[in-house]
Structure formats: structure tokens, C-alpha cells
């Protein structure tokens, strides 16, 4: 599969099986060809979405004096992240060219769950825009359900036992990341965000119309989505590959903004419950030869290996690796 089909998911939710049926294999050939699909048919109105939009953008105006005093910290990956800290593996030592703002699934300080992983906590809200906390959890919690949707979708296509995957998803490390691309110049060297496969098992992103996401082929060039005005880009990550057995595709993607404009992007991860070990549910296609993942484990080194002077250890899973 060479282009990136856009599904009406619409059907998911009707008691029709003919027309469900039908969608759960488009689905599944997408996610198993390309591992990339624009959705529409979510419910979610692009109202909502152009809120959040408004609402990240006046995240990444507050002054930088107090960005810094809400930026992550090795305790606590929530809040800031600076312009230029992540810089990819690949040698290159060229910092990816965006800031953001880290969410984690909102948990209450006295939650019961905080005693067994303490990635679990409440999220830092930035203090200058007072309607972020609920503008961005109602959306949350709308992709939740898209997620869900998608989810028993690929159950069906795979044919495991219903709630095998959705299931997993009670209590998430689910999370997002607020991100803002400044314009590149046209000859600038690097990246939005270097090529990179996501770790987690799914990925929902309401595309800005600035454009710039871009997805890698089989055969190894690289496309856009062509995403219709309220519609979402999709993709698999690694830990449903992993379930699937490679069956489902983990692509690699890349950002690049030589737009001349502000980019804002706002994508949700999708990533089960802590005590979760993905390994895969069905025997693994020829040449696919994965650890399983604990995704408390995993979580924690992604976000302490994110730290520049933090090196991965042998038992970390090599989640998001690009294997050339």
C-alpha cells in the first residue's frame, strides 16, 4: 500500500454487521498495509477541535519565564518541554525544531493507583490559560471513545476475543503532547520531529492545516495524508504491532514546516494500563521477533531515556527504533 485511505468509521457504531463488517476491513488493510488512515464518521465537531487548536496556541504565547516554571522535570514529565531538548539517535546531534507541552491521563493526587506506579499523578495546567484543564480533557475524552472504537475494530479484524485489546485500556498511561513548530527555512537542516515510529499502540491527531506530517512508503518515500477539513490521521504504533504480531504496521513519520507559518499539532497516544505486558496474541508472521513490553516499565524509560544524559539499558525494549 503506497497511499494513506480515508475511512468513514461511522458504520463502528450501528447495529448494522454487513456495514460493520465491511469497515472492519478496511481498517484492518490499512493498518496492515501502510499502518496509516484518515478517519472520519468520529462524531467529534470541528468546532471542538478548532477550540483546542485556539487553546494550544495561547498555551504557547504565555511568556517564556513561566513556561520554564511549568517545564518537565525527571520527577515529573509533565508541563514544558523546551524548545530543542530532544535530539534524535541518529548522530546527527540536529535538536528537533519544536517546543510542546506534556499531558498524561488526568489522575487525582489521592487516586488510589499513585501507590502502585508513580506514573500516575495530576497534570501541571499552565496557570495563564484558565480553561485549558477542561477545553482539552472533554476532547480527551471524546478520542477515548474513538479509540475504543478502533480498537474493537482491529479485534474483529484479527479475530481475537472481544475486549482482549479495549480491555487493556482501563486506567491508561494514555497521554498527548501539546507541540508548536516554528517555520523552517527552506535550506534549514533537521526536522519538526526527526523520522521516528511511534511507541505506543495508537495514535489519533486532528491534522493542521499548515501541513507537514509526513509517512514513510514501504518502498521508502514519503507521502502526506490526505486528510478531508474534520477528519483525523491515524496510525499504529509499536505496542499493537507487538500484539498483532507484526501483522499491524508501525511506520515511521517525520515533521517538516517549511510552510512559513506557525504549526500547532495536539496528538493523543493511546497506551495501556501499567501493569500490562503486550506480547503477541497471535503467532508472529516469519521474521518478527519482538520482546514483550511492560508498559509501566516502558513508560518510565521512555521518559527518563529522553533526558539527554540518559543512555537505555539492555532491558528496554528498542520501542520507536528505526532499523535502517
Given at each position: 500500500?503506497?497511499?494513506?485511505?480515508?475511512?468513514?468509521?461511522?458504520?463502528?457504531?450501528?447495529?448494522n454487521h454487513h456495514e460493520r463488517d465491511a469497515v472492519v476491513r478496511q481498517i484492518l488493510d490499512a493498518c496492515t498495509g501502510i499502518g496509516f488512515l484518515s478517519i472520519t464518521g468520529t462524531g467529534i465537531a470541528p468546532e471542538?477541535?478548532?477550540?483546542?487548536?485556539?487553546?494550544?496556541?495561547e498555551i504557547f504565547a504565555v511568556d517564556e519565564a513561566s513556561k520554564w516554571d511549568q517545564?518537565?522535570?525527571?520527577?515529573?514529565?509533565?508541563?514544558?518541554?523546551?524548545?530543542?531538548?530532544?535530539?534524535p539517535n541518529d548522530g546527527s546531534g540536529t535538536a528537533d525544531k519544536y517546543e510542546?507541552?506534556?499531558?498524561h491521563h488526568e489522575v487525582a493526587p489521592d487516586a488510589p493507583i499513585r501507590t502502585a506506579c508513580p506514573l500516575y499523578g495530576p497534570n501541571l495546567w499552565p496557570r495563564e490559560v484558565?480553561?485549558?484543564r477542561e477545553v482539552v480533557l472533554s476532547y480527551w475524552a471524546q478520542l477515548d471513545t474513538v479509540a475504543d472504537q478502533l480498537l474493537g475494530a482491529l479485534e474483529g479484524g484479527l479475530e481475537i476475543a472481544p475486549g482482549t485489546l479495549r480491555d487493556a485500556f482501563s486506567d491508561p498511561l494514555t497521554n498527548m503532547t501539546l507541540l508548536h513548530y516554528p517555520p523552517q527555512a527552506p535550506d534549514e537542516a533537521g526536522f519538526g520531529i526527526h523520522p521516528h515510529k511511534d511507541t505506543d499502540a495508537l495514535t489519533i491527531i486532528a491534522p493542521d492545516p499548515v501541513g507537514g506530517l509526513e509517512v514513510q512508503t514501504r518502498n521508502g518515500g514519503w507521502i502526506t495524508p490526505d486528510c478531508p477539513p474534520g477528519g483525523f490521521v491515524v496510525n499504529i504504533g509499536d505496542m499493537l504491532e507487538l500484539w498483532s504480531g507484526g501483522r499491524l504496521k508501525s511506520t515511521p513519520h517525520r515533521v517538516v514546516n517549511r510552510s512559513?507559518?506557525?504549526?500547532?499539532?495536539?496528538?493523543?497516544?493511546?497506551?495501556?494500563?501499567?501493569?500490562v505486558v503486550v506480547e503477541p496474541l497471535l503467532s508472529p508472521i516469519p521474521g518478527f521477533d519482538r520482546p514483550p513490553v511492560h508498559c509501566g516499565h516502558w513508560s518510565a524509560e521512555i521518559w527518563r531515556t529522553n533526558w539527554p544524559d540518559e543512555q537505555a539499558g539492555a532491558d528496554t525494549p528498542e520501542l520507536g527504533t528505526l532499523h535502517i
Open positions: 500500500m503506497q497511499t494513506i485511505p480515508t475511512i468513514d468509521i461511522s458504520p463502528l457504531g450501528t447495529p471542538t477541535v478548532e477550540t483546542v487548536r485556539r487553546t494550544v496556541r517545564a518537565i522535570t525527571r520527577d515529573n514529565y509533565r508541563g514544558y518541554i523546551p524548545m530543542g531538548f530532544f535530539t510542546g507541552y506534556k499531558l484558565p480553561g485549558a512559513g507559518r506557525e504549526r500547532y499539532s495536539f496528538p493523543y497516544f493511546a497506551v495501556p494500563r501499567h501493569d
